[in-house]
């Protein structure tokens, strides 16, 4: 059986500053591209305004939420066994891939199109209000709802 030490922690906690540390050394030193890493038992918020392109990779048995406003295309590749919830204002086309056995929440005020790439063994609900189509490929054994307010 584990038994977990105080050491341990400590370990991880130092190995948590020096990620953080790469990051911010990254993000300072390239401020074109921004990249987010995230490993995480806990709910995660990011909250992001940018003119530049964001790369997400993150792998968290919680529900995420994600608040971006952003000038350029965004790439999330998302792994969660719980609901995702993505809500974005942005002048560009947006790509997400997506993994998730429970159902996908997607709401989204955008001036071109979006493409949305989903396998879900659950529902999958799709809201749109926007000026341009919008295309969802689902491979789904549930029925897809989607609607767009144009």
Known sequence: MYVHKPNDMDKHEHFIEYLVY????DIAGNPITVFCLAAS???ELHLTTSPLSELYLETSPMPELHLTASLMPELRLV???MSELCCSDSLMPELRLTTNPISKLCCSTSLLPELYLTVSPMLELCCSDSPMPKLCLVANPVPVFVTRLV
Do not use: A, F, L
């Not at 790469?22 to 050394?25: H, L, M, S, T």
């Open 79 to 81: 792994t969660s066994p």
């Open 41 to 43: 038992p806990m709910p």
């Open 22 to 25: 790469i990051v911010v050394r």
